[in-house]
Protein backbone atom coordinates (compact mmCIF):
# COMPACT_ATOMS: atom_id res chain seq x y z
CA UNK A 1 0.00 0.00 0.00
CA UNK A 2 2.84 2.24 0.80
CA UNK A 3 3.71 1.65 -3.12
CA UNK A 4 0.64 3.22 -4.05
CA UNK A 5 0.47 6.64 -5.71
CA UNK A 6 -3.44 6.36 -4.60
CA UNK A 7 -2.04 6.13 -0.90
CA UNK A 8 0.54 9.43 -0.79
CA UNK A 9 -2.16 11.46 -2.73
CA UNK A 10 -4.93 10.81 0.14
CA UNK A 11 -2.30 11.73 2.53
CA UNK A 12 -1.05 14.39 0.52
CA UNK A 13 -4.51 15.69 0.20
CA UNK A 14 -4.89 15.39 3.85
CA UNK A 15 -2.18 17.73 4.50
CA UNK A 16 -3.00 20.40 2.12
CA UNK A 17 -7.03 19.96 3.42
CA UNK A 18 -5.36 21.03 7.10
CA UNK A 19 -3.23 23.11 6.32
CA UNK A 20 -6.00 25.26 4.52
CA UNK A 21 -8.77 25.22 6.80
CA UNK A 22 -5.90 25.52 9.94
CA UNK A 23 -5.34 28.71 7.96
CA UNK A 24 -8.30 30.05 7.33
CA UNK A 25 -9.31 29.57 10.84
CA UNK A 26 -6.92 31.33 11.96
CA UNK A 27 -6.98 34.02 9.98
CA UNK A 28 -10.71 34.33 11.21
CA UNK A 29 -9.16 34.16 14.74
CA UNK A 30 -6.22 36.57 14.54
CA UNK A 31 -7.17 40.39 16.82
CA UNK A 32 -8.17 43.13 14.89
CA UNK A 33 -6.63 46.60 15.00
CA UNK A 34 -7.51 47.05 18.56
CA UNK A 35 -5.66 43.45 19.24
CA UNK A 36 -9.23 42.24 20.68
CA UNK A 37 -10.18 38.69 20.28
CA UNK A 38 -12.45 38.20 17.47
CA UNK A 39 -16.46 37.26 17.51
CA UNK A 40 -17.39 33.72 17.40
CA UNK A 41 -19.51 33.57 14.62
CA UNK A 42 -16.53 35.17 12.52
CA UNK A 43 -14.86 32.21 13.38
CA UNK A 44 -17.58 29.32 12.81
CA UNK A 45 -18.86 31.40 9.18
CA UNK A 46 -14.99 30.73 8.08
CA UNK A 47 -14.63 27.29 9.45
CA UNK A 48 -17.92 26.61 7.64
CA UNK A 49 -17.47 27.62 4.36
CA UNK A 50 -13.53 26.48 4.38
CA UNK A 51 -14.61 22.95 5.32
CA UNK A 52 -17.65 23.05 2.56
CA UNK A 53 -15.14 24.31 -0.04
CA UNK A 54 -12.48 21.36 0.77
CA UNK A 55 -14.98 18.74 1.11
CA UNK A 56 -16.21 19.56 -2.58
CA UNK A 57 -12.11 19.54 -3.74
CA UNK A 58 -10.76 16.45 -1.70
CA UNK A 59 -13.67 14.56 -0.83
CA UNK A 60 -13.58 12.37 -3.35
CA UNK A 61 -9.67 11.72 -2.71
CA UNK A 62 -9.31 10.95 1.13
CA UNK A 63 -12.57 11.88 2.26
CA UNK A 64 -11.66 15.37 3.58
CA UNK A 65 -11.00 14.84 7.07
CA UNK A 66 -9.24 17.27 8.23
CA UNK A 67 -8.98 16.27 11.82
CA UNK A 68 -7.87 13.64 13.86
CA UNK A 69 -10.60 12.97 15.71
CA UNK A 70 -12.72 12.66 12.96
CA UNK A 71 -9.90 9.73 11.43
CA UNK A 72 -9.84 8.00 15.26
CA UNK A 73 -13.73 8.03 15.11
CA UNK A 74 -13.41 6.12 11.45
CA UNK A 75 -10.63 3.75 12.80
CA UNK A 76 -12.58 2.78 15.66
CA UNK A 77 -15.54 2.05 13.61
CA UNK A 78 -13.39 0.30 11.28
CA UNK A 79 -13.59 2.27 8.34
CA UNK A 80 -10.18 3.41 7.98
CA UNK A 81 -7.11 0.68 8.62
CA UNK A 82 -4.43 1.43 10.90
CA UNK A 83 -1.96 2.25 8.72
CA UNK A 84 -3.50 4.93 6.47
CA UNK A 85 -4.95 5.94 10.12
CA UNK A 86 -1.48 6.59 11.68
CA UNK A 87 0.03 8.45 7.97
CA UNK A 88 -4.10 10.80 7.64
CA UNK A 89 -2.93 11.34 11.29
CA UNK A 90 0.42 13.16 10.58
CA UNK A 91 -0.34 14.43 7.88
CA UNK A 92 -3.26 16.46 9.55
CA UNK A 93 -1.20 17.62 12.56
CA UNK A 94 1.66 18.53 10.02
CA UNK A 95 -0.89 20.45 7.72
CA UNK A 96 -2.14 21.89 10.93
CA UNK A 97 1.38 23.13 12.25
CA UNK A 98 2.57 24.99 8.73
CA UNK A 99 -0.73 26.38 8.57
CA UNK A 100 -0.32 27.92 11.57
CA UNK A 101 2.95 28.85 11.03
CA UNK A 102 1.83 30.96 7.69
CA UNK A 103 -0.07 32.61 9.95
CA UNK A 104 2.25 33.15 12.67
CA UNK A 105 4.73 35.07 10.59
CA UNK A 106 1.98 37.34 8.99
CA UNK A 107 1.33 38.51 11.94
CA UNK A 108 2.46 42.54 12.95
CA UNK A 109 3.09 41.55 16.53
CA UNK A 110 3.92 38.30 17.72
CA UNK A 111 2.75 39.34 21.41
CA UNK A 112 -1.04 39.09 19.88
CA UNK A 113 -0.48 35.36 18.68
CA UNK A 114 -1.52 34.02 22.22
CA UNK A 115 -5.29 34.95 20.84
CA UNK A 116 -5.02 32.06 18.49
CA UNK A 117 -4.73 29.50 20.87
CA UNK A 118 -7.91 27.94 22.05
CA UNK A 119 -7.66 28.70 25.71
CA UNK A 120 -10.46 27.58 28.68
CA UNK A 121 -12.66 31.27 29.32
CA UNK A 122 -12.21 32.38 32.22
CA UNK A 123 -15.68 32.48 32.75
CA UNK A 124 -15.36 28.46 33.06
CA UNK A 125 -13.06 25.56 34.40
CA UNK A 126 -11.27 23.07 32.22
CA UNK A 127 -14.32 20.21 32.98
CA UNK A 128 -17.17 22.51 31.63
CA UNK A 129 -14.63 22.97 28.57
CA UNK A 130 -13.90 19.14 28.14
CA UNK A 131 -18.00 18.29 28.56
CA UNK A 132 -18.36 21.47 25.33
CA UNK A 133 -15.94 19.97 22.99
CA UNK A 134 -17.09 16.55 23.55
CA UNK A 135 -20.92 17.27 22.58
CA UNK A 136 -19.36 19.49 20.26
CA UNK A 137 -17.33 17.26 18.15
CA UNK A 138 -20.01 14.47 18.96
CA UNK A 139 -22.83 16.66 16.66
CA UNK A 140 -20.39 16.87 14.46
CA UNK A 141 -18.79 13.33 13.87
CA UNK A 142 -22.95 12.06 14.13
CA UNK A 143 -23.50 13.94 10.78
CA UNK A 144 -20.58 13.10 9.13
CA UNK A 145 -21.71 9.56 10.00
CA UNK A 146 -25.09 10.25 8.70
CA UNK A 147 -24.35 12.04 5.32
CA UNK A 148 -21.82 8.80 4.42
CA UNK A 149 -24.75 6.40 5.38
CA UNK A 150 -26.90 8.48 3.27
CA UNK A 151 -24.71 8.57 0.52
CA UNK A 152 -23.70 5.16 0.78
CA UNK A 153 -27.75 4.29 -0.07
CA UNK A 154 -27.67 7.21 -3.13
CA UNK A 155 -30.04 9.07 -1.28
CA UNK A 156 -29.76 12.65 -2.73
CA UNK A 157 -29.41 15.22 -0.34
CA UNK A 158 -26.65 18.15 0.06
CA UNK A 159 -24.29 16.34 2.22
CA UNK A 160 -21.53 18.26 2.12
CA UNK A 161 -23.59 21.68 3.22
CA UNK A 162 -24.65 19.46 6.15
CA UNK A 163 -21.46 19.04 7.40
CA UNK A 164 -20.02 22.35 7.08
CA UNK A 165 -23.26 23.69 8.95
CA UNK A 166 -22.98 20.85 11.59
CA UNK A 167 -18.98 22.53 11.89
CA UNK A 168 -20.49 25.90 12.30
CA UNK A 169 -22.52 24.92 14.66
CA UNK A 170 -20.17 23.26 17.07
CA UNK A 171 -17.69 26.33 16.78
CA UNK A 172 -20.70 28.43 18.12
CA UNK A 173 -20.82 26.07 21.03
CA UNK A 174 -17.54 26.99 22.22
CA UNK A 175 -17.93 29.70 24.71
CA UNK A 176 -16.13 27.60 27.26
CA UNK A 177 -13.55 26.11 25.69
CA UNK A 178 -12.97 28.40 22.32
CA UNK A 179 -14.93 25.70 20.05
CA UNK A 180 -11.71 23.37 18.76
CA UNK A 181 -13.34 20.67 17.31
CA UNK A 182 -10.17 19.29 16.27
CA UNK A 183 -6.92 18.99 17.88
CA UNK A 184 -4.67 19.63 15.28
CA UNK A 185 -6.52 23.25 14.88
CA UNK A 186 -5.15 22.73 18.72
CA UNK A 187 -1.88 21.62 18.06
CA UNK A 188 -0.36 24.18 15.73
CA UNK A 189 -0.67 27.29 17.93
CA UNK A 190 0.21 25.35 20.82
CA UNK A 191 3.46 24.77 19.44
CA UNK A 192 4.01 28.33 17.78
CA UNK A 193 3.46 30.00 21.12
CA UNK A 194 4.64 27.10 23.92
CA UNK A 195 0.74 27.86 25.40
CA UNK A 196 0.24 24.62 26.49
CA UNK A 197 -2.46 25.43 29.50
CA UNK A 198 -5.20 22.77 29.57
CA UNK A 199 -3.96 20.99 25.90
CA UNK A 200 -5.05 17.82 27.06
CA UNK A 201 -9.10 19.28 26.95
CA UNK A 202 -8.39 19.66 22.93
CA UNK A 203 -7.11 16.20 22.22
CA UNK A 204 -9.36 14.31 25.37
CA UNK A 205 -12.37 16.25 24.47
CA UNK A 206 -12.70 16.06 20.71
CA UNK A 207 -11.22 12.47 20.40
CA UNK A 208 -13.77 11.17 23.07
CA UNK A 209 -16.66 12.71 21.18
CA UNK A 210 -15.91 12.19 17.94
CA UNK A 211 -15.77 7.90 18.73
CA UNK A 212 -18.66 8.43 20.85
CA UNK A 213 -20.95 10.06 17.53
CA UNK A 214 -19.12 7.62 15.12
CA UNK A 215 -20.10 4.51 16.90
CA UNK A 216 -23.56 5.66 18.02
CA UNK A 217 -24.61 5.98 14.31
CA UNK A 218 -22.84 3.22 12.68
CA UNK A 219 -24.24 0.57 15.33
CA UNK A 220 -27.13 2.12 16.48
CA UNK A 221 -29.00 4.28 13.87
CA UNK A 222 -26.90 3.17 10.16
CA UNK A 223 -29.14 1.53 7.78
CA UNK A 224 -27.21 -1.15 8.59
CA UNK A 225 -26.73 -1.39 12.11
CA UNK A 226 -27.69 -4.53 13.93
CA UNK A 227 -26.62 -6.18 17.05
CA UNK A 228 -24.57 -8.99 14.83
CA UNK A 229 -22.68 -5.73 13.56
CA UNK A 230 -21.64 -4.39 16.67
CA UNK A 231 -20.37 -8.04 18.12
CA UNK A 232 -18.04 -7.96 15.12
CA UNK A 233 -16.82 -4.80 15.56
CA UNK A 234 -15.90 -5.73 19.01
CA UNK A 235 -14.79 -9.43 18.49
CA UNK A 236 -12.29 -7.92 15.20
CA UNK A 237 -14.68 -9.62 12.17
CA UNK A 238 -14.89 -9.07 9.06
CA UNK A 239 -17.81 -5.99 9.21
CA UNK A 240 -18.34 -6.36 5.51
CA UNK A 241 -19.83 -9.40 5.25
CA UNK A 242 -22.43 -8.76 8.31
CA UNK A 243 -23.27 -5.51 6.30
CA UNK A 244 -23.57 -7.62 3.05
CA UNK A 245 -26.53 -10.09 5.00
CA UNK A 246 -28.06 -7.19 7.01
CA UNK A 247 -28.73 -5.79 3.28
CA UNK A 248 -29.74 -8.78 1.71
CA UNK A 249 -31.81 -9.41 4.77
CA UNK A 250 -33.80 -5.46 4.05
CA UNK A 251 -33.96 -5.94 0.51
CA UNK A 252 -35.67 -9.21 0.51
CA UNK A 253 -37.92 -7.76 3.24
CA UNK A 254 -39.00 -5.17 0.89
CA UNK A 255 -39.54 -7.38 -2.02
CA UNK A 256 -41.83 -9.66 0.11
CA UNK A 257 -43.67 -6.55 1.40
CA UNK A 258 -43.79 -5.45 -1.72
CA UNK A 259 -45.36 -8.83 -2.90
CA UNK A 260 -47.63 -9.01 -0.13
CA UNK A 261 -49.56 -5.22 -1.50
CA UNK A 262 -49.40 -6.34 -4.75
CA UNK A 263 -51.23 -9.62 -4.46
CA UNK A 264 -54.56 -8.11 -2.88
CA UNK A 265 -54.66 -5.61 -5.51
CA UNK A 266 -54.54 -8.56 -7.92
CA UNK A 267 -58.02 -10.03 -6.42
CA UNK A 268 -59.85 -7.00 -6.44
CA UNK A 269 -58.69 -6.45 -9.78
CA UNK A 270 -60.24 -10.72 -10.56
CA UNK A 271 -63.31 -9.83 -8.81
CA UNK A 272 -64.19 -6.77 -10.51
CA UNK A 273 -62.94 -8.50 -14.20
Excluded at 184 to 207: D, N
Aim: glycine share 8%; proline share 3%.
Amino acid sequence: ELRSRRFWRSVLAELVGSLILVTVILGASAPGQEDEAPVLMQVAVAAGFSALSLMHCFGEISGAQMNPAVTLALLCTRKLDGLQSVFYLVAQCLGAVLGTGIIYMSLPVKATSRLLVNMVSTDGNAGQALAMEIFATFQLVFTIFAVDDHRRREVGEPGNLAVALSLATGVLQGKFSGGSLNPARSLGPAVFTGVWEHHWVYWIGPILGAVLGGVSYEFFFASSASQEKLIACITCKDIEIVETASVSRSSLLTVTQSAMRVKPTAKVQDQLN
